[in-house]
């Protein structure tokens, strides 16, 4: 059986990280996806300020609506507020949280705070192939920014009885 290629997404960013969701959006429609990316990024600008109620609601529609849940880390992605009520939204809605690291970033960027308690696996810029695998529901090991194998966020002590 064939999978779509059709893939409702949404990409939680620090709003100057926007060039890199535009890459990460184009490099997967070169890699064959038809991406619907329901987060507010530079493609549906709008000059108002709306209320924070407004956002929410906003916000939870959308990450309700997308099937996976990507999160770009950059340098101050988990210093940014609505990133945090992002993630946990997806957690709510029992999505797929996948980090994607900026491209560029070293491997001292910390990541959001509920991403450390919520989020799933984490991939480095150059690994298109194991977020494709997310989008089609495969799972893979945690990396580093720079594609290595990642430790464990929290070291894990294991018992024998």
């Given at each position: ?12 960013h620090y709003h100057k990280d926007d060039k890199h969701v535009q890459q990460?959006?184009?490099r997967l429609k070169d890699a064959g996806y038809n991406v ?126």
């Amino acid at each position: 059986m064939r999978r779509s290629k059709t893939k409702n997404i949404f990409i939680s960013h620090y709003h100057k990280d926007d060039k890199h969701v535009q890459q990460l959006k184009k490099r997967l429609k070169d890699a064959g996806y038809n991406v619907r990316n329901s987060s507010v990024d530079s493609t549906k600008y709008q000059n108002t300020k709306p209320s924070t109620k407004y956002i929410q609601r906003h916000l939870s529609r959308c990450v309700r609506w997308s099937g996976t849940f990507i999160c770009l880390i950059g340098e101050k992605t988990h210093s940014r507020p609505w990133v945090n009520y992002e993630i946990k939204q997806a957690n709510k809605y029992g999505k797929n949280i996948v980090g994607i690291y900026k491209h560029g970033c070293n491997n001292n960027v910390e990541l959001p705070k509920e991403f450390k308690k919520n989020g799933g696996p984490t991939i480095g810029w150059n690994s298109l192939d194991k977020l494709t695998d997310v989008l089609d529901g495969k799972s893979f090991p945690q990396e580093c920014p720079d594609s290595t194998p990642s430790p464990p966020i929290f070291p894990v002590t294991r018992i024998n009885c």
